[in-house]
């Protein structure tokens, strides 16, 4: 969703942005993170309207492998921005990166620039350029950036990918189910009602349908357009999104999963930081607002074990931010003092896990929407049917 936020930020004053969000909660996480204070925060108009083609949407990871290419070439940072808008098509892209060669042009760091467009470069990416301006090396950040978002981007993918034929096969078989009660249905009822013959309750119930279709067709539609317009309007609203995410968790199979896929994007963005150079407490504090909302309160908590001086191992324990093997290979990080990379291996072992899960789930899934479909629409076909063939026996 798209926020209107007017804010007063360090050096710019007051000023008004426009941020893409999950929620008003994130908008503001978003600018205190910047070190500002939110004014107000309203939900863009736009957001309520048919989203068009005109909007671009700014290519993140593309802009930072070519950059990296052109810095890795030898050419300066200035250098390399001027390339990129000499090449770049797209005037809204280019705008952006002519605004980003300006703030540069005035003397400011490239973190500082990027903060100033903070919709379109997160704060981990702006951490983790900041990191590098204390090192001298900007390539090494940007190889760290690209190889973690190239990971999330194939997890994300796989979990889509899997998904995409039982959610195909369900809808198709929605269709083929409604069109047979709303269409063929009617028609055979108004048939068995001339007969007049003893038929089988389900057929009766059948045929009490089609006529409930046809003498209230468009009443029965408007309830379920309604109740359809109902639902969309509230997957756009965060506290809808967020109860039916607590639901999900609730289920012990797949919120147990659900958890794995969130500690795996969690060690992972947390690993990227760490090796970048962000203390844990900071890096914590940053990842925080990648999770969901019920795991937030466990990182704080984390970060305020850290603070008193326990191990990031037993502190992650006690927040409950870990598994068995997650815990193990965060005390040889902690033995071996690598622990950005141990983070990086342990949201590695979990996104296969994840992987593994996923493939047996849709393996077992398909199988069974087939045979629950082909029950249900067979079931249909055979109580319609069923008259005619007990009809043609009497005959006999």
Same mark, same amino acid.
């Given at each position: ?14 000023? @008004?942005?426009?941020?893409? %969000?999950?929620?008003?909660? +994130? $908008? ?15 939900? @863009?108009?736009? #957001? ?14 593309? &802009? ?8 890795? %070439?030898?050419?300066?940072?200035? +250098? ?29 760091? &490239? ?11 997160? %704060? ?12 001298? #090396? ?24 899997? @998904? ?25 009822? %108004? ?61 012990? =199979? ?9 500690? =795996?994007? &969690? ?17 914590? +504090? ?12 466990? $990182? ?18 006690? =927040? +409950? ?19 950005? #990379? ?18 047996? =789930? ?31 026996? @009497?005959?006999?």
């Amino acid at each position: 969703m798209r926020y209107t936020v007017k804010a007063v930020l360090a050096k710019q004053g007051t000023v @008004s942005l426009k941020l893409d %969000a999950a929620s008003e909660q +994130e $908008v503001r996480h978003q600018i205190a993170a910047q070190g500002g204070m939110v004014l107000s925060v309203q939900r @863009s108009l736009v #957001d309520w309207l048919p989203k068009s083609g005109a909007r671009t949407r700014f290519p993140l990871t593309h &802009f930072s492998q070519e950059l990296l290419s052109l810095l890795t %070439a030898g050419l300066s940072l200035v +250098e390399s921005i001027e390339t990129l808008i000499e090449k770049e098509e797209d005037s809204g892209i280019r705008k952006i990166i002519q605004e980003i060669l300006a703030r540069l042009y005035e003397g400011m760091t &490239f973190s500082h620039a990027l903060e100033t467009h903070p919709q379109i470069f997160p %704060a981990l990416y702006v951490a983790t350029v900041r990191a590098s301006e204390r090192t001298g #090396d900007l390539p090494e950040a940007l190889t760290r950036f690209i190889a973690y978002q190239t990971q999330m981007d194939l997890a994300r993918k796989k979990l889509v990918g899997a @998904s995409i034929y039982p959610v195909l096969l369900l809808v198709l078989g929605l269709l083929v189910a409604v069109f047979l009660l709303l269409v063929v249905v009617p028609k055979f009822s %108004a048939i068995y009602e001339d007969i007049g013959a003893d038929l089988p309750w389900l057929s009766v119930m059948l045929i009490k349908w089609g006529r409930l279709v046809h003498e209230s067709g468009w009443m029965l539609a408007g309830i379920v357009t309604a109740i359809l317009a109902l639902t969309t309007y509230g997957f756009t609203r965060p506290a809808f999104r967020a109860r039916l995410m607590q639901l999900l968790w609730r289920i012990p =199979a797949i919120g147990e999963r659900m958890r794995v896929y969130q500690l =795996a994007r &969690f060690y992972k963005t947390l690993g990227m930081l760490l090796r970048g150079g962000i203390p844990i407490t900071k890096a914590l +504090e940053m990842v925080s607002n990648l999770l969901q909302p019920h795991f937030r309160p466990r $990182v704080i908590a984390a970060a305020a074990h850290i603070r008193e001086g326990k191990t990031i191992s037993s502190a992650m324990q006690m =927040a +409950e931010l870990t598994t068995p093997v997650g815990n193990r290979m965060l005390r040889v990080g902690e033995r071996t003092g690598l622990m950005g #990379d141990m983070m990086e291996r342990i949201g590695g072992f979990h996104d296969e896990e994840i992987a593994r899960w996923v493939e047996w =789930a849709t393996k077992l899934i398909e199988p069974l929407l087939m045979a629950v479909i082909g029950t249900v629409i067979g079931g249909i076909i055979i109580l319609m049917y069923m008259p005619i063939f007990e009809l043609a026996g @009497s005959i006999n």
